[in-house]
């Protein structure tokens, strides 16, 4: 059965539970404000989530854990740092300092912002944030589990996201990889040259050249220190209220309307964390890394939806974290089935630049996929202050909701 068969009077039920996620979208935005990873205002808001979905779930947690709120963007202003003494050690004649801080500058981006490893946060004070999870049981015995999930935090704000958008983000990210390349290749040369008797203050025309080109990159890297306005958390409206409540959307409609599935259980997920690197759905699954082990004949998939504001944008992620993950294609199909059931045909694709937290389950060893509705230009709203309750779109929002709800009742029916 689809969803849109389950209840008499579909759209408007689903109408009903838009106007739901879009009515505490707004009271967490003027209630409780900007959420940072471990802030009060994130613990409040997903306090009043936990309330929102004991009335539609049979059990409703909330599981704490510890991570830092800055280190995992920390890895942009430290890198320019590092590329700016790279630079002035490669004028100086100082090449192995040169390469080295070119290479510890690349181990950084490739670690915290390719691979979403926390290297940096043993540098950095942690905080206690949380997982808010809502599951509705199956009648019958548990043969399937569908983990809808959104995030609860808010991201401090991209200076140049605002101030000037794409072409600036752009901009930043070609010359820092610029400036890394030279900083690499310009050491590296240098060190040959010097191996050859050549040394930096002759008449050594490469090296020149080199020196001057990364002169230029200079003001372009200056500027990467302030890439995060860590004074100015968003609200987030969007990126990610949009998807908790669509998430809890799914469990109260299914309450209200009496469903239940005979073996299937449905999960509500608003995990914290996601702008610290992810942190919150790695914490969930590692916490219950022993009961998804126990229970390897549940089939379980992890389906994650963020930031639901642009249906003419909309993607399904089979492959994430910049294309170094794979999610599960089985559950990118099943999603895109169930948005062709909507009315849309919803490209499959891959992340280009950054994550969502179905990497992190994918990761896990539970199949995931990852639904979005953004300019992934990006869109100007994207971690700025102009992410806010009033830049919510009432379409696109119950687009994904439909879509959600296809996805569980197309899962209970058919699995992966």
């Known amino acids: 059965m689809k969803a849109s068969e389950s209840v008499a009077r579909y759209d408007s039920e689903v109408r009903l539970y838009t106007n739901y996620a879009i009515k505490n979208i707004k009271k967490v935005c003027k209630d409780f404000g900007p959420r940072p990873v471990g802030s009060e205002a994130e613990k409040n808001a997903q306090l009043h989530m936990k309330k929102e979905l004991e009335s539609s779930c049979d059990t409703v947690t ?6 830092s709120d800055k280190a995992f963007m920390a890895w942009v202003p430290l890198g320019a740092v590092l590329i700016l003494f790279s630079i002035v050690m490669f004028t100086l004649g100082i090449p192995v300092a040169s390469l080295a801080a070119s290479l510890v500058t690349l181990f950084i981006i490739l670690a915290e912002f390719i691979f979403y490893k926390p290297v940096l946060d043993v ?15 199956a009648t019958g015995e548990t043969k399937k589990r569908i983990i809808i999930a959104g995030h609860t935090d808010s991201a ?3 200076t140049y996201t605002y101030h000037g958008g794409h072409n600036v983000v752009l901009t930043i990210i070609l010359t820092a990889v610029i400036a890394i390349l030279l900083g690499i290749g310009g050491s590296i040369y240098a060190l040959i040259a010097g191996a050859q008797g050549i040394v930096w203050t002759g008449d050594n025309l490469a090296m020149k050249i ?6 230029v990159t200079v003001p372009v890297i200056c500027a990467a220190i302030v890439f995060t306005n860590y004074k100015r958390p968003v609200m987030g409206a969007n990126d990610n209220l949009s998807g908790c ?48 082990k126990d229970e390897k004949d549940v089939e379980t998939i992890f389906v994650a ?13 089979d492959k994430d974290m910049t294309g170094v993950v794979k999610n599960d294609k089985r559950v990118a199909k099943l999603l895109q089935d169930a948005a062709k059931s909507v009315g849309y045909d919803v490209p499959i694709k891959a992340i280009e630049l950054g994550s969502t937290d179905a990497a ?41 909701l439909k879509i959600a709800l296809e996805t569980v009742f197309d899962f209970d029916e058919k699995g992966i």
């Open 305 to 317: 939806f963020d930031t639901i504001r642009e249906h003419e944008f909309m993607a399904i992620y």
């Open 360 to 400: 992190a389950a994918s990761q896990a060893g539970i199949p995931a996929a990852s639904f979005t509705a953004m300019d992934p230009a990006p869109a100007r709203y994207y971690h700025t202050r102009l992410d806010t309750e009033d830049n919510l779109d009432p379409k696109t929002l119950e687009i994904g």
């Open 210 to 215: 080199i020196a001057v080109v990364t002169y």
């Open 245 to 292: 409540f669509l998430s809890a959307a799914v469990v109260k409609f299914l309450a209200a309307n009496d469903i239940r599935f005979e073996n299937t259980e449905v999960v509500a997920a608003m995990v914290g964390g996601e702008e610290a690197g992810l942190r919150g759905t790695k914490a969930y699954m590692k916490a219950h890394a022993q009961e998804f």
């Open 62 to 67: 909330r599981e704490e854990y510890k991570c």
């Open 123 to 137: 540098f950095f004070p942690k905080k206690t944030s949380g997982n808010v999870i809502g599951v509705r049981k």
């Open 156 to 158: 401090f704000e991209w």
